[in-house]
């Protein structure tokens, strides 16, 4: 089942870059891991893509709930999974 979206999750990769490419469209790249540390600096990399440098501010204390949504299970899925099949590059 992971081996399964694993792979889907890689060809739906493949058809996003296929398309930029022959959109000639360069996507902007957020990582999530960066996003959840500083949420404004990924608000305004998008926001500077429609020109609008500074104007788009976030309030975190608005009720924005902001977490990581990995835990132990998430880790003993991921140590099992590469356990039996190889890390096939999942990082």
């Known amino acids: 089942m992971i081996a ?3 792979r889907a ?3 739906e990769y493949s058809q996003w870059t296929a398309y930029f490419a022959q959109a000639r469209l360069s996507p902007i790249e957020i990582v999530y891991e960066d996003a959840m ?3 404004q600096a990924a ?5 500077n893509l429609f020109g ?13 709930d902001l977490a990581i949504q990995r835990d ?7 140590t099992r999974f590469i356990a039996e099949t ?6």
């Not at 609008?52 to 924005?64: E, N, P, S, V």
């Not at 132990?72 to 991921?78: G, I, Q, S, Y």
């Not at 190889?86 to 990082?91: E, R």
């Open 52 to 64: 609008l440098d500074g104007a788009a501010r976030i309030k975190l204390d608005a009720g924005i």
């Open 37 to 39: 540390k500083e949420p």
């Open 72 to 78: 132990a299970a998430t880790e003993e899925w991921r």
């Open 86 to 91: 190889g890390d096939a590059g999942v990082g």
């Open 43 to 47: 608000v305004a990399a998008v926001a």
């Open 4 to 6: 399964g979206r694993l």
């Open 9 to 11: 999750v890689v060809e």
